[in-house]
């Protein structure tokens, strides 16, 4: 491996640090976007049923904010219980915002490392290519300083492919992942909504 790294030369460094970033964040966000940890199907019937029992109290409250996203929207509802249906709604929302954007973080940086990976390979490759034709002399050709072109330009192609792919595989899934779970809120935080208030009336 360190010998294919002092082959492709410094233009590589950029895109092993890409790669770092990248491996970094899939993996944080694999543990983050899972269902069981933002939207888990069992919080909403156990927040209502000692809804129910026991009222709105302050316990509840901190239990729901400290447990996942999820949570944290349904007490901003629950917070409202007592006001109108469109307020109840409005803070629900307001609360949801501001969990999507806690799921989007670090997206924006991994489409970043798709998009830019394959251009950071060409600019090794344009690098490589120069080498190539600065060992072209009229005189002669130096095959060292050839070969060492050909490395360069060859290996950051690669390289650059190697890590835009997965990037934005991972990229898009997240992206579909984070829609799939933002619905599923969406759909606990009206049912929460409808159950409050049909119990009131």
């Keep these: 491996m360190l010998s294919i790294i002092q082959a492709a030369g410094w233009p590589v460094w950029p895109l092993i640090i890409a790669s770092i970033l990248s491996v970094g964040i899939i993996v944080l966000k694999l543990f983050e976007l899972r269902v069981s940890r933002v ?6 019937p156990s927040v209502m049923q000692e809804y129910q029992q026991k009222g709105l109290h302050e316990d509840l409250l901190k239990r729901m904010v400290n447990a996942n996203p999820l949570g944290r929207i349904l007490a901003a509802g629950l917070r ?4 109108t249906r469109e307020i109840m709604k409005e803070s629900i929302e307001e609360a949801g915002r501001a969990e999507v954007h806690e799921l989007e973080t670090w997206l ?3 489409g970043t490392i798709a998009s830019i990976s394959p251009l950071l390979g060409l600019l090794g490759t344009v690098i490589g290519m120069v080498e190539i034709f600065a060992a072209l002399t009229p005189a ?3 095959p060292a300083k050839l070969a060492s072109g050909i490395s360069v330009a060859l290996y950051n192609t690669a390289m650059g492919l190697i890590v835009a792919i997965p990037a934005m595989i991972f990229y ?14 969406e759909q606990q935080a009206v049912k929460l909504v409808e159950m409050v208030h049909s119990q009131r009336q």
């Design 172 to 185: 898009r899934y997240f992206r579909g992942k984070v829609d799939e779970l933002v619905m599923e809120m």
């Design 39 to 44: 939207s888990p199907a069992s919080l909403l």
């Design 140 to 142: 002669s050709a130096d």
């Design 108 to 110: 924006t940086t991994l």
């Design 80 to 83: 409202n219980a007592r006001s």
